[in-house]
């Protein structure tokens, strides 16, 4: 399970950053798969729970459009991202975009059965503007 905040370095001319020990921990293998989250941030899976995610995007009828938006949503920018014995990974550039990953640092934050990695300016304002409603 994947939980905590982490502030990792972002090697923009390289598109790459280390994931967190307790995130690679997680993972089997060095393979993750990322995709296009919600919220302008970019959602990693370890591969197994990536496959048990999608079946149930998968079970929604493709004659339907919110499936078809969902699918095309999450499916068009994945990519599976080795990463190597220090945890570096490159990050897909069609991913660095949709999460506007641009400065030298990024956070990285737990999210249960996947982790997500944010524009960190981007993350501290979501948290500012949706605290209130998660404890409604």
Same mark, same amino acid.
């Given at each position: 399970m994947f939980f905590g905040e982490y502030q990792v370095r972002f090697q923009k001319e390289k598109n790459r950053l280390a994931l967190p020990a307790k995130i690679r921990n997680q993972i089997k293998g060095e393979e993750v798969v990322l995709s296009c989250g919600f919220d302008?941030?970019?959602?990693?899976? #370890? !591969?197994?729970?990536? +496959?048990?995610?999608?079946?149930?995007?998968?079970?929604?009828?493709?004659? #339907? !459009?919110?499936?078809? +938006?969902?699918?095309?949503?999450?499916?068009?920018?994945?990519?599976?991202?080795?990463y190597d014995t220090q945890g570096r990974a490159v990050i897909p550039q069609n991913l660095v975009d949709y999460a506007s990953l641009a400065d030298d640092q990024v956070t990285i934050i737990g999210a249960g059965d996947h982790f997500e990695i944010w524009n960190s300016r981007e993350w501290q304002k979501y948290l500012n503007e949706n605290k209130k409603e998660v404890w409604e």
């Open positions: 302008d941030c970019i959602f990693g899976y #370890e !591969k197994g729970e990536w +496959q048990r995610f999608t079946q149930k995007e998968l079970s929604g009828s493709v004659t #339907e !459009k919110r499936s078809r +938006q969902v699918r095309r949503h999450l499916f068009s920018g994945a990519a599976i991202v080795n």
